[in-house]
């Protein structure tokens, strides 16, 4: 219990991160280093921007908001990336269901660079998976967020596993990055669809559009921005996308975006 | 036709108990908007005729003024929009939207109101109420101490009704339909009658006044069916039908409004009375639902022309010319059974068949055990106009039963039982200042930027007048204007804190308690004076018929600037703030040194220091004896008069600057609450209602795609919003307006492009178009909640 998690801020009212209405918890940090993040305070400013909360205090703060969760709602960890603090996250996600004595609904927004240890434990607690997917082409990965995909499509199997033999209704959302002339040729769509097929656990495809929004934030905490050259996608961008998946894919998935 | 004889109840035949037949007839509704009807042809032609007259109304001002005829129930004839086709009839005057004078209040507002438009009250009727007939304003007046009269020119208390109709009264309008006027007039008789205390001579004063009032209640229900004949109705028995039942109820307002021009005019509860008639029609199969809706339709396009002649500085309060029609929807009555009906429905319908609009004030009374399905659809109508309020049924039914109404934005109070006399509000942030400069008032200051030429060139003359000390810390930028010179002495003997060179909490505290019940008793003084005149020179005739012989009275106190007092004295204790002397040794500005806990933050640090200052200040107002031994209460609305308000007040120790608006009500201040509108909430929630039972309001601006991806999705969550605001943390009331910033940028631009643009500011619904420049740029400038 004496343990801090690093947390850059929390959002009372999220509406998009996740089913209903959500508390979202930034937290800190990220070993990914993606070129277009929008949060890039919370990802390269550690320190300055942090704020040090106990397990305690965390949900204290965040319990103030559960009135408003109704039956969809609930708590969602995003960041950076939550699963840089695993232990942390482990311990806070065991103390919400113990100490509420209810069924809270927690959302892990990640991109799942992590351990297949950290996965299994907490499966057990986490509600749903939204796995953000940036790219299946591992160099183009790599060049994108500083690391290689091998490992996420690893754990993606791995945690889908899982889920498979808990059965307890836990499942994935799959974030795809839609970014024009990046991410959304038919090549790589087909790529990402067979990467998906045979994961049994996936009911819904969100569809994030790029956005530039954090150009600002990089320019002033980096000097630049590192994404150059891209467009934000239209919703008819986004339609295509969707479209071109369900006719790959074997599954009806719902579509969010 | 309806045959009373077979509606359900026995209290209500027996004597005047509204909330009995609606509880005995009642049909709850639980099913979905899908049974509504779209508007007539009929209802468009006559909606359409009345914009082209509202456009002329809104750019001239006032599209006409009768100041020839002093307004009363029956000063003029039948008017109409379109008598052919018309449904519900009436007018205010011979026109629609003419509007009348009502010399009564004020003379002088009068006069004031009509020539800012062109128009001049004749001599001879001036002469009748300088003369001869002594009107409220000038009764008020006479009695006024120096203390209050400075306390009222230093803007420290401001927006008394001393000059005006006080409003907030509501008759209910609804007893003229089920008993008709005749037995409302035999009730009365039988009161004079039957009450010995009457001519007693132990309370001397109280007897006569009584004995006058209902004998001038009475005359008033004479004149109503007068009116009423006008029209070619006669209103002395009860309503026969649907149709009958909205007009009688209708004539009632009418007479009232025909009365009094009063701040808020606000019309009860008439949503589930007005549905026993008209499912009692349908099931007779005397009307379709297409032509209930039509009758609900011409109801509200009667209420939407309403209009009262206001002078360009009242409109400065009370910005974009509301009356405050304000009614309330749905509920939960005592036994915990919902109220919904589908005439809960069919009002707020009224925003799809006609187009958003500012009136009638639509609020809905939410609680735990409404309907599902109508908190969706009044979520959806939210999202669609943002033209609704929402009030915790919850929270003001211990206070006031399940029959009550808000009159106005916020105030609670028990329809045909209960009244109040309306306050304004005193500026706390003001008091603050007053406080810290040892009782001295505080320099105001006006920050002039010269962003154009033209703006340039009122700062050359800032400049030249730089020489009479008008002007200071002028460059290329901006010129800091004097408006108040400051430094005169408002309350003797105290500390002059703002000598030290950082201001100390301890003291601050202690010294502004001080002044608050200083202010307070003076406040109460003003308050006895103003509503004595009232009752005296511009008694509410017709209302008052409309209620109880015997009522419950509320002195209705409010204040404005409670955040920025919260978040000044968060800074002083947590923040290091050092005052800015000006020549006169009075603080004209704070440097801020460190950061501090912001109010609107969910941070019980500085949300209690909130929540201290409501508490204490009631606690003061409480003990001062008020007049009719009214019940002192305490509200937490601002109007639009935040930008007034805070015009008229120097820098803060928060960091305001001196002459930018307040936060309006009881929301925290633009842009500090930086944690997500959940938490603003929260830490508006936490003032307690006891403390404010005239009403906590609060705005709730937020982005659609904040709010949720699609329609449906939007709509849970903002059922999710209001359940946990109210259900959850007993907060009190909120406006929502789900709206982008750039549309209302864009609309301030090109207003032809959106004509009924309709947006909630504090406790009403105003017209954007309505708004100045300057009350644009606040609400544009408001926290929008709009954080993925």
């Not at chain 1, 974030?175 to 040729?185: E, G």
């Not at chain 2, 700062?459 to 430094?487: H, P, R, S």
């Not at chain 2, 007034?644 to 842009?671: L, Q």
């Not at chain 2, 939007?714 to 007993?730: E, T």
Request: hydrophobic share 35%.
């Amino acid at each position: 219990m004496k343990r801090k998690g690093y947390i850059h801020s929390i959002e009372s009212l999220g509406t998009v991160d996740g089913p209903g209405i959500r508390t979202v918890i930034f937290f800190q940090g990220c070993p990914l280093k993606c070129q277009y993040c929008h949060n890039p305070d919370a990802t390269l400013n550690p320190i300055k921007d942090t704020k040090f909360y106990t397990i305690k205090d965390l949900y204290e703060a965040v319990m103030k908001n559960s009135e408003y969760w109704g039956e969809d709602g609930g708590i969602t960890f995003t960041g950076g990336e939550p699963l840089a603090q695993p232990d942390f996250i482990i311990e806070f996600a065991k103390y919400c269901k113990e100490e509420s004595k209810k069924n809270i609904h927690l959302t892990m927004d990640t991109c799942l660079f992590s351990s297949t240890a950290i996965l299994e434990k907490l499966s057990e607690y986490i509600d749903l998976w939204m796995i953000s997917f940036k790219h299946y082409d591992p160099i183009l990965h790599k060049k994108l967020t500083g690391v290689g995909n091998d490992q996420i499509i690893k754990n993606l199997d791995f945690l889908d596993n899982i889920l498979s033999s808990k059965n307890n209704g836990h499942y994935i959302r799959i974030r795809y990055v839609v970014i024009p002339n990046f991410s959304d040729s038919q090549t790589y769509i087909d790529e990402f669809v067979k990467t998906i097929s045979n994961l049994k656990n996936i009911e819904e495809i969100e569809l994030l559009p790029y956005s530039r929004m954090g150009r600002e934030k990089w320019i002033k905490i980096a000097g630049k921005y590192g994404f150059e050259g891209y467009i934000e996608p239209t919703r008819e961008d986004l339609d295509k996308v969707a479209k071109s998946i369900l006719e790959k894919a074997k599954k009806n998935y719902k579509f969010i975006y | 036709m309806i045959n009373y004889n077979l509606f359900k109840g026995e209290k209500w035949r027996n004597s005047i108990d509204l909330a009995d037949f609606i509880k005995s007839n009642l049909t709850r509704y639980n099913g979905d908007e899908s049974f509504l009807k779209p508007t007539t042809e009929r209802t468009k032609a006559i909606w359409n005729k009345l914009l082209k007259l509202i456009e002329i109304d809104q750019k001239k001002g006032i599209y006409d003024l009768d100041v020839e005829t002093p307004s009363s129930i029956i000063s003029h004839k039948a008017g109409y929009i379109d008598k052919k086709n018309e449904i519900i009839v009436g007018l205010q005057t011979d026109e629609p939207l003419k509007r009348a004078i009502k010399p009564n209040g004020g003379i002088r507002f009068a006069q004031k109101a009509s020539e800012s438009y062109g128009y001049k009250i004749p001599d001879h009727i001036v002469e009748i109420f300088e003369k001869y007939r002594k009107t409220h304003n000038q009764g008020v007046f006479d009695a006024y101490d120096d203390e209050i009269r400075l306390l009222r020119s230093k803007h420290i208390i401001a927006g008394l009704p001393d000059s005006y109709g006080r409003g907030r009264i509501i008759g209910d309008y609804r007893r003229v339909a089920l008993y008709g006027v005749d037995f409302l007039i035999e009730e009365r008789q039988k009161f004079l009658k039957e009450n010995p205390a009457l001519t007693s001579v132990e309370n001397v004063e109280e007897s006569i006044r009584i004995r006058e009032e209902v004998t001038d209640q009475i005359k008033a229900l004479e004149q109503l069916k007068e009116m009423a004949k006008m029209y070619g109705y006669d209103i002395s028995k009860p309503a026969k039908d649907s149709k009958e039942a909205v007009q009688w109820l209708y004539f009632a307002y009418l007479g009232a409004i025909k009365e009094q021009d009063g701040a808020a005019m606000s019309l009860g509860r008439v949503d589930a009375f007005l549905d026993i008639y008209f499912e009692h029609d349908l099931k007779k199969g005397i009307y379709k639902e297409e032509q209930i809706q039509e009758i609900v339709d011409d109801f509200i396009i009667k209420l939407r022309i309403a209009r009262h002649l206001r002078h360009p500085e009242y409109n400065a309060l009370f910005a974009g010319d509301p009356t405050w029609i304000t009614m309330v929807l749905g509920g939960v009555d005592i036994s915990g059974e919902h109220m919904v009906t589908k005439t809960a429905y069919r009002i707020l319908h009224t925003l799809t068949n006609m187009g958003p609009w500012s009136e009638p004030n639509l609020t809905v009374l939410w609680s735990d055990q409404l309907p599902e399905s109508w908190k969706k659809y009044c979520a959806k109508q939210s999202i669609l106009s943002s033209s609704i309020q929402y009030e915790n049924d919850d929270l003001m039914k211990p206070f006031y039963g399940d029959d009550y109404g808000i009159a106005c934005c916020v105030s609670g109070m028990t329809i045909g039982k209960d009244m109040q006399f309306f306050g304004a509000r005193a500026n706390l942030a003001k008091a603050l200042l007053l406080a810290i400069n040892g009782g001295k008032d505080e320099p105001v200051y006006i920050k002039t930027t010269f962003s154009d030429d033209e703006a340039r060139s009122d700062g050359m003359e800032a400049e030249k007048k730089l020489n009479k000390e008008t002007a200071f810390d002028c460059d290329k930028e901006y010129c800091k204007v004097i408006q108040e010179k400051g430094g005169d002495i408002i309350i003797p003997n105290l500390e002059e804190l703002q000598k030290n060179e950082y201001l100390d909490f301890d003291s601050v505290w202690r010294q502004y308690m001080q002044v608050l019940d200083w202010i307070a008793e003076r406040y109460a003084r003003a308050m006895n004076i103003i509503h004595y005149m009232h009752d005296k020179y511009h008694y509410e005739t017709l209302e008052m018929a409309l209620h109880d012989e015997k009522v419950r009275r509320f002195m209705a106190y409010g204040f404005a600037g409670l955040s920025i007092v919260a978040d000044s004295l968060s800074a002083i204790k947590y923040a290091k703030v050092k005052p800015v002397l000006n020549y006169d040794g009075v603080a004209e500005d704070y440097i801020i040194k460190g950061d501090y806990p912001k109010f609107g933050n969910d941070d019980d640090r500085v949300d209690n220091i909130a929540v201290k200052v409501v508490e204490n200040f009631i606690k003061m107002l409480r003990k001062y004896k008020t007049y009719r031994n009214s019940i002192p209460t305490l509200s937490i609305l601002t109007i639009t008069s935040n930008v007034v308000y805070g015009k008229a007040t120097g820098s803060t120790p928060d960091g305001r600057e001196s002459g930018t608006p307040f936060a309006p009500g009881a929301n925290p201040m633009h842009k500090r609450d930086s944690h997500g509108a959940i938490s603003s909430l929260n830490s508006v929630s936490k003032i307690s209602y006891d403390d404010a039972q005239d009403g906590i309001s609060n705005t709730f601006s937020i982005i659609p795609a904040s709010l949720g991806k699609n329609l449906e999705e939007q709509k849970n969550n903002l059922v999710n919003i209001l359940d946990g605001y109210f259900v959850g943390k007993g907060g009190h009331h909120l406006n929502v307006n789900v709206l982008n910033r750039e549309t209302l940028i864009d609309a301030q631009k090109h207003p032809e492009k959106y004509p009924q643009l309709t947006i909630r500011v504090s406790g009403y619904a105003v017209w954007f178009n309505n708004l100045s420049k300057e009350q644009q740029d606040e609400v544009i400038a408001r926290t929008f909640h709009d954080r993925f």
